[in-house]
C-alpha cells in the first residue's frame, strides 16, 4: 500500500498521541519518520517506528521526559534527556544551540540519558535550511566490535553534517560508520530476505547473510571506521556523561539506551556575509559536478543530493509499505491500544487522517 507524506506524518503523530505522547513531541517525532521513508532510508521510518512502539511497551522509552538544561554557559550546553525520544531531544537542543551559535558564531550541545535519534539527515536539512553548519553525531546501543575485537562494545555511531548553499542542494552527509544500520538488518529479517556477507559477522566472527544470525556490524573501511566510531563515542558520551560501552542498555532485552549526543552548530555569516559563503559552496558543488566524469558515469552527486531528489520524487509517487510491516505496525498500534481489534492497516491509516 502506498501512503503519501502527509498521510504519514498523521498517522505517526495519530499512534505516538495515542500512545500518550505530548502532541508537540510526536509531531516532531513523525516529520523526522516520515523524512526518513520520503528520502529512501526506510531503515529509520516506519519500520525504525516498531521499535519505539515495543520500547514504549517495555516502559524502556519516557513518552514524558523531563527534558532539563543542566549546563548553560556561554556556547556550551549540556542536557539531560531523561530516556526520552532522541528525536525529540536533538531537535530541542539544535534549536537552542542554533540561537547561541547566532550570538557567539558556533555552539556545542551534548546530552546523556537519551535514546536513537532517528534519521540523522534530518538534522543536516534543518540547519541548511537555518543558513547554519551543523555537526551532529551520536553513539547508540552497542552493535560492532572494536577492531579486532569480539565483544559488542560500540554502537552504529552516526556522523551528521549539513551545510547550507544557494542554488544547488544543500551539501549533507549522513552516514553510520558500520557498513549499514541495524534498522536494514531488522528491515532483512521481517521481509525474509538475507543480507550481503559483508554486512555483519555472526557470534564466531565469520560473515554471515542471516539477519538472524548478525550479532557483529561491519565497521566501514575496516580500522579507519572504527576509529572514526570511537571518536564519536568520545563526542557524544565524555562532554555529556552519557553511558558508553557495557554500560549502555541492551538492545535484544529491549533496555534504555542510555546514550549521549553531540551537536555542534556554526553561523557561517559570522565568518562572512552569509550569501557570499552559500555562492562559495555553489561553486564548489559545480567544480566537483562538472568535473571529468568515469566511464559508464552519467552525473555526479555531492552528499545528500540523491537524497533531496528522492524526496521530491517520492512526495509525488508516494511510499510504498510492505505488507510486512503493514501488519506489524497494525499490530502493535492495536495491542497500545491506538485502534480497535481487527482494524487492518488501510483502516489504521485511514483512522488517522480521516
Not at 519505539?52 to 519516557?62: D, E, H, V
Request: aromatic share 10%.
Amino acid at each position: 500500500m502506498n501512503i503519501g507524506y502527509e498521510e504519514e506524518v498523521r498517522l505517526v503523530r495519530g499512534i505516538l498521541t495515542a500512545s500518550d505522547f505530548p502532541e508537540e513531541d510526536a509531531e516532531i517525532i513523525a516529520k523526522v519518520i516520515a523524512h526518513s521513508d520520503f528520502t529512501g532510508v526506510y531503515s529509520h521510518g516506519l519500520s525504525r517506528l516498531t521499535r519505539y512502539l515495543r520500547q514504549i511497551k517495555a516502559g524502556s522509552l519516557n513518552n514524558k521526559p523531563r527534558f532539563e538544561k543542566l549546563l548553560d554557559s556561554g556556547a556550551v550546553l549540556v542536557f539531560d534527556c531523561d530516556n526520552g525520544s532522541g528525536i525529540v531531544s536533538v531537535n530541542k537542543a539544535y534549536d537552542l544551540a542554533k540561537e547561541k551559535a547566532r550570538e557567539f558564531g558556533i555552539a556545542m550541545a551534548v546530552g546523556r540519558h537519551n535514546a536513537n535519534i532517528g534519521c540523522g539527515s534530518y538534522y543536516g536539512w534543518r540547519a541548511a535550511a537555518d543558513d547554519m553548519v551543523a555537526l551532529v553525531c551520536c553513539n547508540t546501543y552497542a552493535f560492532t566490535s572494536p577492531f579486532g575485537g569480539a565483544d559488542r562494545l560500540i554502537g552504529t555511531n552516526p556522523i551528521i553534517l549539513g551545510v547550507p548553499a544557494g542554488k544547488e542542494y544543500p551539501i549533507v552527509m549522513d552516514i553510520s560508520t558500520t557498513c549499514v544500520a541495524m534498522g536494514k538488518i531488522q528491515a532483512a529479517e521481517r521481509e525474509g530476505q538475507s543480507i550481503p556477507a559483508e554486512w555483519a559477522k555472526d557470534y564466531d566472527g565469520a560473515p554471515t547473510t542471516d539477519p538472524g544470525k548478525a550479532f557483529s556490524l561491519s565497521p566501514i573501511a575496516g580500522h579507519k571506521g572504527y576509529g572514526l566510531a570511537v571518536m564519536v563515542d568520545v563526542l557524544s558520551t565524555m562532554f555529556s556523561a552519557a553511558c558508553f560501552g557495557t554500560d549502555l542498555g541492551l538492545f535484544s532485552k529491549l533496555e534504555k539506551e542510555n546514550t549521549g549526543f553531540c551537536v555542534i552548530v556554526i553561523d557561517p555569516g559570522k565568518f562572512m556575509p552569509i550569501e557570499q559563503f552559500k555562492d562559495e559552496v555553489d561553486r564548489y558543488v559545480r567544480m566537483m559536478k562538472d568535473g571529468r566524469k568515469a566511464p559508464g558515469v552519467q552525473e555526479i552527486f555531492l552528499p545528500g543530493e540523491i537524497e533531496y531528489r528522492k524526496f521530491d520524487e517520492m512526495k509525488k509517487t508516494g511510499f510504498a509499505v510492505s505488507e510486512a510491516l503493514a501488519r506489524e505496525l497494525t499490530e502493535l498500534s492495536i495491542s497500545l491500544g491506538a485502534v480497535e481489534e481487527g482494524t487492518d492497516f488501510a483502516g489504521l491509516v485511514a483512522h488517522f487522517n480521516a
